[in-house]
Structure formats: C-alpha cells, structure tokens
C-alpha cells in the first residue's frame, strides 16, 4: 500500500477558515472577522526546535490570524481530523504564546485530542480495509482505493 497523504496545505488551511468564516451561524453570532494570514507556528519568533512542545504543536496546526486584533483559530494540518480545533475572540497568536507553552497544559490537551483523532481514524480505516478485503477477496493492492472512498464518504 502506498502511503497516502494527510497533510493539510497553507492554502487548504485558508480555504478551511474563510468558509468557516463565511458560515452564517458563526457570522450571525460574532463580529465581522476576515482573515489576515495563514502560517505555520515555526515560523514565529521565539520557535524553539529544541522543545519538543512547540514541535509537536508545529506538527499539528496552523495558525489563522484574523485583521484588527479579533482573534486567531489553531487549523490541523492533518485531514484525518477535524479541521478546526480552536478560535479565540480576541489577540494573536504571539511569541509571548510559544514562551507560555512551556508547561501549558490545555496546548498539551488540544496536541493528545488531535493525536486521538488520527488515532481514531487509522483504527476505522483498518476496519474499513479489512471489510473491504473479506467482502471482495480482491488483493491489499486495492486498499489504497478502499481508503480513498471512505475519506470521500467522510
């Protein structure tokens, strides 16, 4: 089986948060946000390769600014999660923030939560595959397809 790919692009990411944007249940509750930019955490000053709490947070999400200090929202690089895993209302997303997440433990919290959903993922794929070969006796070498069709189902 080949290995499929999971990754989120920087324009998928932009493409996830204005049609979040756009939705008239968040539109009807919230200020008028528009999207400033999409970047990757290791790309912020105060990125520490070093620790492996800021990698593992740069693994797992983007950040989306919004214009005029109303907030940021965390998009998961990884699309066998949900894609929006947090927005908060007001500032950004700082060097101040990489420095807090240290010992932070809801960042630790929101970084397992993504890891569950891969983990969740991978496991009914594994189902969905093994289904998918009792039903048809067709070799693993349809497998790539088989999961295809179940990310296209959602």
């Keep these: 089986m080949t290995n499929l790919d999971y990754k989120v692009?920087?324009?998928?990411?932009?493409s996830i948060i204005n049609k979040f944007l756009e939705s008239s249940d968040f539109r009807?509750?919230?200020?008028?946000?528009?999207l400033e930019k999409v970047y990757s955490i290791?790309?912020?000053?105060?990125?520490?390769s070093s620790s492996k709490l800021h990698r593992d947070i740069d693994d797992a999400f983007y950040v989306a600014q919004?214009?005029?200090d109303l907030g940021y929202a965390l998009i998961s690089k990884?699309?066998?999660t949900f894609p929006i895993f947090a927005?908060?209302?007001?500032?950004?997303?700082?060097?101040?923030d990489m420095n807090s997440l240290n010992e932070d433990m809801p960042i630790k919290a929101l970084i397992n939560g993504h890891r569950g959903e891969i983990?969740?993922?991978?496991?009914?794929?594994?189902?969905?595959?093994?289904?998918?070969?009792s039903d048809t006796n067709e070799?693993?070498?349809?497998?790539?397809?088989?999961?295809?069709?179940?990310l296209d189902e959602g």
């Design 9 to 14: 692009s920087l324009e998928e990411a932009s």
């Design 28 to 34: 009807s509750t919230q200020k008028e946000r528009t």
């Design 42 to 48: 290791s790309s912020l000053e105060g990125f520490r």
């Design 66 to 68: 919004f214009k005029d």
């Design 78 to 80: 990884d699309k066998r």
């Design 87 to 96: 927005v908060l209302d007001k500032g950004d997303f700082s060097k101040s």
């Design 119 to 133: 983990m969740k993922f991978n496991s009914l794929v594994s189902k969905k595959l093994e289904r998918f070969r």
């Design 139 to 150: 070799p693993a070498e349809n497998s790539e397809n088989a999961i295809q069709e179940f």
